[in-house]
């Protein structure tokens, strides 16, 4: 779960090799992260063939794939999270209570300003709930009791799949160690660790 796309994915004026599918930007790292962890073969072009691949994908693996924010404007046309205003989110409460075989929900990003995470928890609010944690080192992990329900929910915070989060990346304790033993790895290897545990 992301927070919105590129806005050139509302307008629909496309770079060569983005996908018009979710996290579909070329910029993005999530497809290639999976694609590394999967080998799937994706290609990265604004086809239809590139979609069927990325929901083939999905459908196979079980995995449903969304943005919390329904919808946003924007002074600045840019990507930035921290540019939008006048955000609506999805409710994700009633989108879980239609999807009772969902049990696990990976943010990609965590809970700074205009994160997934930060506006799961302003949902949250609404029904007078909070995550519980369970592990508090990166990847952050939580878990909450769905309203009326038994079910429990787990959320795991992943480190944010794009190019702004690799300083983020850079400055963790535990990639400076695999780094220092081997030269070779980058900060995309680092998150396919990470995201395989889940995924």
């Keep these: 779960m992301g927070t919105l796309p590129p806005p050139r994915f509302t307008t629909g004026d496309f770079r060569v090799g983005d996908v018009n599918f979710c996290y579909g930007s070329r910029d993005g790292q999530l497809w290639p992260i999976l694609d590394k962890i999967f080998d799937i073969g994706l290609k990265y072009e604004t086809t239809e063939e ?9 459908i196979q693996r079980q995995i449903g ?15 930035s999270d921290l ?6 989110l999805r409710n994700l409460i009633d989108i879980l209570r239609e999807h009772p075989r969902v049990s ?9 300003k205009n994160g997934p995470e930060y506006f799961f928890r302003r949902l949250l609010k609404q029904y007078e709930l909070s995550l519980e944690v369970v592990e508090s080192k ?4 939580h878990e909450f009791r769905l309203p009326k329900s ?9 480190i944010a799949p794009s190019g702004a989060a690799n300083r983020a990346v850079g400055s963790l304790q535990d990639y400076k160690d695999m780094k220092s033993k081997n030269p070779e790895m980058n900060t995309i290897d ?3 660790l990470q995201y395989k545990n889940f995924f």
């Design 150 to 158: 038994d079910r429990i929910i787990t959320t795991v915070s992943l």
């Design 104 to 112: 696990t929900l990976l943010f990609t990003g965590g809970n700074s």
């Design 65 to 79: 794939i969304c943005d919390i924010v329904a919808s946003a404007r924007r002074e600045k046309v840019d990507a």
């Design 190 to 192: 680092f998150r396919v």
């Design 83 to 88: 540019g939008m205003q006048e955000i609506e």
């Design 50 to 58: 590139a979609i069927v691949q990325r929901k083939e994908f999905l």
């Design 138 to 141: 990166v990847p952050r992990i």
